[in-house]
């Protein structure tokens, strides 16, 4: 089978062959063009490749030209994201990745969208799904045989998901555990560290080889191809967390801990792997020290009924930031209004940075905890927690990180950090709703009591009294979000792949780039200029109401979060009760910024 004349047959078509190669070729120019336009082909097939070749991200000079709203370029078939500049600037700084790099799985770029019709069939491989391969690779035995001719990576000699490289997974044996389940053993078997299995074969930054490993990303709205610029709300998933969700249910789906029997010790595993994979992502030093709960909401009100009702009384003061999202204000109002405590707020300047000289002096011997988070969700601000966290300690208060916004776009260390506790959601960093995280240091776990009583999360229990099992499991009252731990942990896998420090560059020229030309359009008030951002961009347009402006891009497919974002404090700082705040992710592109551009341009050319 060659690449150019690969085919097949359809169940049921007889004899009638199937030209994969050109299937796609016509599928790719279909995509590309907008409803009622012809099909855009060139004479070698595919879709047209941008005349633009230069470097996404780089810093763009005064002289540079300005976005086009590219409108026939189809998600995934961007090879190359727009970045205008002249020749001169083009060495004006490090480009954030590498133009045009091959695909991890081979498949090249003029097939970026696969025919519907042959979506169940290529699937995984024809979305460069990292380690997706692994559930539907051929046995050891087999020929291992790609619909485009490429050969993948030799699979894995077993047929189940969890034994490939994307999973943790190792079944123990009895020799090292004594026993074939992991619960009869005394330690889970077959941990891996992700940074460890990946850093030695991480490709090169390919944003169209990571488009390609979102499906969502070809959707259409409206009739457009879909601008996915709501990150900070949720992210989108990669097919291998996909699939590993859905192998987890036809496979290995069981309670947890305690069963004699395989599907029990195949869940088992896989949600301790995913503990694990945690535990290597942000640093923590032991697995126990890693809580499973629905998100961050959840995860600050854990912290406040555990150790706050335990640790804060009358008189006492907590110190959070005027930053924070609801999350990390109500739980700590609720708590002092319990006890007697009171809050205080850590003041921003004009550009929503906070004021550390401030913050020293609301530090007293009466400061029992300091709760901040490590990113704006409204304003896109980094804070400097690990200064924050050290002040605390001289004042001999805990700290708290919130990092819902974080974890996603940069390194997080947590022992780096010092903090005793942080938390973070599981679908902010390309994986399911309904999992989080609590890391808190062992020592406080251990002197915290269970916020939840019931199974799962007990040593013994008379009708007398009940003895509790050690962290985590004792603050894991029930049965836990199990398939959604393991999408987690693949979603882990899948981010330490790319690489956190590649994605945080990708992401920084992004904003960069977004920021030039938001900024001078008339009209625009951008809410949130702090030297350091992640990528968030919040801002009002005069004449419209954020409502309206948020319409506008939803015509054009163009999604983002409008209101106030769960964060009323900081806006009403900056005089506003709502703002348009897009938020960008590695995934996203220069076009599809120019698209957004053209959209705020013309609202502002005829703005009331």
């Not at 047929?159 to 009895?174: D, H, I, K, N």
């Not at 291998?240 to 395989?262: L, M």
């Not at 490590?374 to 004042?395: D, K, M, Y």
């Amino acid at each position: 089978m060659t690449t150019q004349t690969a085919t097949s047959e359809l169940p049921g078509a007889g004899a009638s062959p199937l030209d994969v190669a050109e299937l796609t070729r016509l599928a790719g120019a279909f995509f590309a063009a907008l409803p009622g336009q012809a099909p855009l082909t060139t004479s070698h097939g595919g879709v047209s490749a941008p005349v633009n070749l230069l470097p996404g991200g780089t810093s763009l000079g005064p002289h540079a030209n300005g976005p086009q709203l590219p409108g026939t370029i189809a998600p995934g078939a961007n090879v190359v994201p727009t970045s205008p500049n002249s020749a001169a600037n083009q060495v004006s700084s490090v480009p954030a990745l590498v133009p045009h790099s091959t695909a991890p799985n081979g498949l090249p770029d003029h097939a970026a969208i696969v025919p519907p019709a042959l979506d169940s069939r290529l699937g995984q491989l024809s979305l460069a799904v990292p380690e997706g391969h692994a559930a539907s690779a051929p046995r050891s035995h087999e020929a291992p045989v790609s619909p485009f001719g490429a050969q993948p990576p030799a699979g894995p000699s077993s047929p189940y998901y969890f034994l490939g490289e994307s999973s943790a997974y190792s079944a123990p044996t009895a020799a090292a555990a004594g026993s074939p389940f992991y619960f009869v053993g005394s330690q889970p078997q077959g941990f891996a560290n992700p940074q460890q299995s990946h850093d030695a074969r991480r490709p090169p930054f390919d944003v169209n080889a990571i488009r390609r490993d979102f499906p969502i990303l070809q959707e259409r709205v409206n009739g457009k191809p879909l601008v996915w610029f709501d990150n900070a709300a949720t992210t989108q998933k990669p097919q291998s967390v996909i699939d590993r969700i859905a192998y987890f249910y036809q496979h290995e789906n069981s309670n947890i801990h305690r069963a004699a029997h395989a599907l029990a010790a195949r869940a088992t595993d896989a949600y301790e792997a995913a503990r694990e994979k945690v535990r290597a992502f942000i640093g923590a030093g032991s697995v126990d020290e890693v809580i499973f709960v629905r998100g961050t909401t959840e995860a600050i009100n854990l912290v406040a009924k555990t150790w706050g009702a335990a640790n804060i009384g009358a008189g006492d003061e907590i110190i959070v930031s005027h930053l924070e999202h609801h999350a990390n204000i109500v739980p700590w109002q609720q708590l002092a209004a319990q006890k007697g405590a009171k809050i205080r707020v850590i003041p921003v300047d004009d550009n929503g940075q906070l004021l550390l000289d401030e913050y020293r002096k609301l530090l007293n011997p009466r400061t029992k905890l300091v709760s901040v988070t490590q990113v704006s969700n409204a304003l896109g601000t980094v804070v400097p927690v690990q200064e924050i966290v050290a002040l605390a300690h001289a004042a001999g208060a805990k700290a708290l990180v919130d990092g819902a916004q974080s974890v996603s776009h940069m390194r997080v260390n947590v022992q780096q950090l010092d903090a005793d506790f942080f938390v973070f959601s599981g679908h902010k960093i390309f994986g399911p709703t309904g999992i989080g995280v609590v890391y808190g240091k062992r020592e406080l776990l251990e002197d915290m009591p269970p916020w939840q009583g019931g199974g799962n999360m007990i040593a013994d229990v008379t009708f007398e009294r009940t003895l509790y099992q050690p962290a985590p499991n004792k603050f894991e009252a029930g049965t836990g979000n199990i398939a959604d731990a393991v999408g987690l942990g693949a979603a882990l896998d899948y981010v330490q792949r790319v690489g956190i420090e590649n994605i945080a560059r990708y992401e920084h020229d992004l904003l960069d780039y977004a920021t030039h030309y938001l900024k001078p359009i008339p009209g625009v008030r951008l809410i949130g200029t702090a030297k350091d951002k992640a990528s968030v961009l919040s801002f009002v347009l005069k004449g419209y109401s954020t409502e309206e402006v948020g319409k506008a891009l939803n015509e054009e497919g163009i999604a983002v979060r409008t209101g106030h974002h769960c964060a009323q404090p900081i806006l009403r700082r900056f005089g506003v009760e709502t703002t348009v705040r897009p938020s960008l992710a590695f995934y996203n592109t220069c076009e599809e910024v120019d698209r957004f551009i053209a959209v705020i341009q013309r609202l502002s050319n005829g703005r009331r």
